[in-house]
């Protein structure tokens, strides 16, 4: 008998940031060819920044993406003051944080409402979901302004913020200059909540998968810009230690490196890793917001980290207001940097998960190397694989319909193609 | 924070890292370089709900940003959004998928949209990483700052 083969094609990636494309074959109901396209030009930020001075640095990098630059420039100025020597504490440490806060509930709340979502629901998009449901979408556009409204006021503008320095911040605000930043937290943690339960009630499909999930973890601190990089699977290293165990690989389909753990292939990063790997680390409200969503301790459904997202951006609210009720303006906006040679290494959790950059500098503190390594590319593999075991569970489903929750399944990892490549384009081919 | 005022809010959008992508940005420090008391200038990347937050309180706005059509390199494109449906197909250079179409399609549906909401679109060649603006986009970042810099000179 004939073969019966099928492809699923998507020249075009909708909702997710960049462009991208995936072409899957299935020969007789097996997925025999999965391949997420990305198109990487050379890396051209590792090579702009060679011989640039490291001032420059984290302004440069902010530019890498639009969505997250605050991820960019922390993971830049960590990377610097471990070369030379310097450690952040204090306020200024917690400003860090609070920049952090403002991003993730930005870059997460846009996802949620504007990007995801409308899969669950059936919409095209957000424009159509929001003739039907306005004030959803109202709410996700306000709790999206909390977010903005942090990193323009620390950030120094809205986008692309410009405040950030190695040492700390160019410019420093008093205790009632944040005053009105607790008024509009306050009302977002509340929306924050109202998210989690909303999310909650969306219907999933059951796909429970084993993974190896990669976060940061700090000893006492939900991870936002330091901890040491673990892994349900016995990982457990400094940031230093990073190309030791992790390996970037060529793969002819795709211009964008796979990332792969040396010694055991694909690896989960993002929300869903950090929540499982640091569940404890939250705040009470968020735990117990996950818990009555019915999220449980631990969560392998992919498809269920828009409720993750949820819970992280009530616990960035939570912890911004946190930081902003015991915030006492430090004496000094940065500490003085002496730069000297050496190599700097760092990882921080930017929203979409651990984003390493690794740096060699001289003894004036010009660059000489530049490595970066967005999270998107390290899910990569991870997303071919899901797809891999999804499509054969529902091959049943007509064209357009296994076509579109191909598409929901990848927009579940909300990848950046933006920061790993320039243009992405999704076909499956069933031969 | 918005100062909503009789001034006119320039978004100018693009990635200075992005060859012809960056030429939305270059008129809006073209104008913003003008001093003019009448314009409120702001660079934004192009992530649509960002573009909201932007524009929330203003009544005229101007958004200036490369696009890709298939005209040629250097077209100069005005539509003017309170009328016109904007085609999420015209600004397929950007890499945000919730980008200038979306926010202006998502605003007109809940009632946000802007009095007065221009584009002036640049039809770009080169959207690959780098620096260098195509020759036929770069002599048009004075002109076209200009010809703005007319069209709200012209408003009562």
């Known amino acids: 008998m004939k073969k019966k ?24 109901d097996e997925v025999v060819d999965v391949k997420l396209k990305i198109f990487e030009p050379p890396r051209f930020f590792e090579a702009f920044l060679r011989g640039r001075d490291y001032k420059e640095a984290p302004d440069i990098t902010a530019r890498i993406c639009g969505i997250c630059p605050v991820a960019y420039q922390m993971s830049t100025v960590h990377a610097m003051e471990n070369a030379f020597g310097l450690q952040i504490d204090g306020p200024l440490r917690d400003l860090r944080r609070l920049l952090y806060c403002g991003e993730w509930i930005e870059s997460h709340t846009l996802h949620i409402y504007m990007l995801h979502a409308p899969d669950f629901l059936g919409y095209q998009d957000a424009i159509q979901m929001a003739k039907d449901h306005r004030e959803v979408v109202e709410r996700g556009l306000k709790l999206k302004k909390a977010g903005n409204a942090i990193v323009s006021l620390l950030g120094g503008r809205e986008i692309h913020p410009i405040n950030v320095r190695v040492g700390g911040f160019y410019k420093l605000f008093s205790k009632q200059e944040f005053e009105p930043l607790k008024e509009t ?156 040679e050496g190599i700097g290494y760092s990882c921080t959790e930017a929203p979409r998960g651990i984003l390493y950059h690794h740096y060699r500098l001289d003894g004036e503190g010009k660059i000489l190397d530049a490595k970066i390594v967005p999270p998107t590319s390290q899910n990569q593999k991870t997303i071919e694989n899901d797809l891999s075991k999804f499509v054969p569970q529902h091959i049943h489903l007509s064209q357009e319909q296994l076509t579109w929750q191909c598409e929901q399944a990848i927009r579940n990892y909300d990848p950046c193609i933006s920061c790993a490549t320039h243009f992405l384009k999704l076909d499956i081919e069933r031969t | ?134 020759p036929e986009v770069e002599k048009l970042i004075e002109p076209v700052a200009n010809k703005i810099f007319q069209d709200i000179s012209s408003l009562p």
């Open chain 1, 185 to 340: 937290l306050k009302w977002a943690r509340d929306a924050a909540l109202e998210t989690v339960r909303w999310t909650a009630k969306l219907p999933f499909p059951e796909f429970n998968q084993e993974y190896e999930f990669v976060a940061l973890q700090h000893p006492e601190e939900y991870p936002f810009n330091e901890g040491r990089i673990v892994s349900n699977k016995g990982l457990d290293i400094d940031c230093s230690e990073y190309e030791e165990h992790f390996q970037e690989q060529h793969v002819e389909h795709s211009n964008a490196l796979h990332s792969v753990l040396k010694e055991r292939g694909a690896y989960f990063v993002g929300p869903m890793a950090r929540y499982n790997l640091n569940f404890d680390r939250l705040s009470p409200l968020s735990q117990e917001a996950a818990l009555q969503s019915g999220l449980g301790r631990e969560c392998k459904n992919p498809f269920k980290s828009i409720i993750i997202r949820s819970v992280e951006v009530l616990y960035a609210c939570d912890e911004a207001l946190r930081i902003l009720e015991s915030y006492e303006k430090p004496e000094r906006p940065y500490i003085e940097v002496e730069p000297r």
């Open chain 2, 1 to 134: 924070m918005n100062a909503p005022d009789n001034k006119t809010l320039i978004l100018g959008i693009g990635n200075l890292y992005r060859c012809d992508d960056a030429v939305g940005i270059l008129i809006a420090r073209n104008l913003n370089d003008r001093n003019s008391s009448r314009l409120n200038v702001q660079e934004q990347s192009g992530e649509g709900t960002s573009l909201m937050e932007a524009w929330e309180g203003f009544d005229s706005v101007i958004i200036v940003d490369a696009v890709s059509s298939g005209a040629s390199p250097g077209s100069l494109h005005c539509l003017d959004a309170s009328k016109d449906t904007i085609s999420s197909k015209f600004f397929s250079c950007s890499s945000h998928n919730f980008g200038v179409a979306e926010a202006i399609e998502l605003a007109r549906a809940i009632n946000q949209l802007p009095k007065s909401l221009r584009l002036y679109g640049i039809e770009g060649k080169n959207f690959e990483h780098g620096e260098a603006l195509t």
């Open chain 1, 5 to 28: 083969t099928r492809t699923i094609k998507v020249d075009y990636l909708a909702r997710v940031e960049g462009e991208g494309g995936l072409h899957i074959k299935v020969k007789d």
